[in-house]
């Protein structure tokens, strides 16, 4: 199987984008088989009528989809990305575009917060669909982004990273935004998960206790929840714990201790060593605007 890297070209910063529009060429990262990379990938698709398979999984491609295709997962071409699309946008990228100075692409760009959606989805790709009030602001993301990387106009590499960092904040805040999503679609036992989460994510709770609340067994549970989001329930209750710890540190004065147990965790050390395990910092370096340190 190919195994693709990132073509980088001297002075061009090494982000692309491709607009797949029906009745024009399809570009060559849709078209090249089965295959992985080892880039990070956003295919977005705003009018579609296909499907795509990635890794072992046959995804139907709706409007408004956005998938979120980590390094080494399998692309394979049931419906090459521009086929499944009549109107879309892929974006790929060498990791350290987001962390530069980074020895290599797999050392810790998993601690990024811009790339938690990537680091997320290793298991299996994340399909986030778009709201339609949110679709035409984020067309409008992948239009600048290529209108830059085109013109190559003088700055055009600080604009053209400006440009991706805002993408990935809104692909960012669509990923912590998932659970809403899937509230709303016809998964009874979902909507009961994150209901049990959201009401009790500031308690010390676990797998166990929500397994319990809907009178399932923690295995059958975590592999429901895995199979239907490609994330366990442990993963989405400390997702949203932290989604919590990093508004209050950003808008609020309080204490890392009171923070720490207003999110679940009654031990101030262990809520610190989960929240630099995940963030690359401490709550206090997040709060002062500390880089990762990873």
């Not at 090459?80 to 962390?99: I, L, Q, S």
């Not at 949110?134 to 190559?152: G, I, K």
């Amino acid at each position: 199987m190919p195994v693709f890297g990132f073509d980088h070209v001297p002075g061009i910063v090494p982000v692309a984008v491709s607009h797949h529009r029906r009745g024009e060429p399809a570009p060559n990262l849709g078209a090249v088989g089965t295959h992985t990379h080892d880039f990070l990938v956003l295919f977005y698709a705003h009018r579609a009528h296909g499907t795509v398979r990635i890794d072992d999984y046959t995804w139907t491609v709706n409007d408004g989809d956005l998938f979120v295709i980590a390094p080494g997962q399998v692309v394979s071409a049931v419906d090459p990305f521009e086929e499944a699309t009549t109107d879309g946008w892929t974006v790929w990228f060498p990791a350290d575009v987001v962390r530069p100075g980074m020895p290599g692409a797999y050392s810790s760009w998993r601690t990024h917060p811009l790339l938690f959606p990537f680091a997320q989805g290793l298991n299996r790709a994340q399909r986030l669909p778009v709201p339609p009030v949110d679709q035409a602001s984020l067309v409008e993301r992948f239009a600048a982004l290529d209108a830059e990387l085109r013109a190559r106009r003088d700055g055009h590499q600080e604009a053209a990273l400006a440009h991706l960092t805002l993408l990935l904040v809104t692909v960012a805040r669509l990923s912590t935004d998932l659970a809403d999503h899937l509230r709303c679609a016809d998964e009874p036992l979902l909507a009961a998960v994150f209901e049990a989460i959201e009401e009790r994510y500031h308690q010390p709770i676990s797998l166990a206790d929500i397994a319990a609340d809907l009178a399932l067994t923690a295995g059958h549970l975590t592999t429901v929840v895995r199979r239907k989001t490609g994330r366990t329930v442990t993963q989405w209750i400390t997702q949203r714990r932290m989604q919590q710890a990093r508004l209050l540190l950003a808008e609020t004065d309080l204490t890392v201790g009171t923070i720490s147990r207003r999110v679940g965790y009654p031990d101030t050390s262990y809520f610190s060593k989960r929240f630099r395990a995940r963030h690359g910092v401490t709550p206090t370096q997040w709060r002062d605007g500390a880089p990762p340190t990873g």
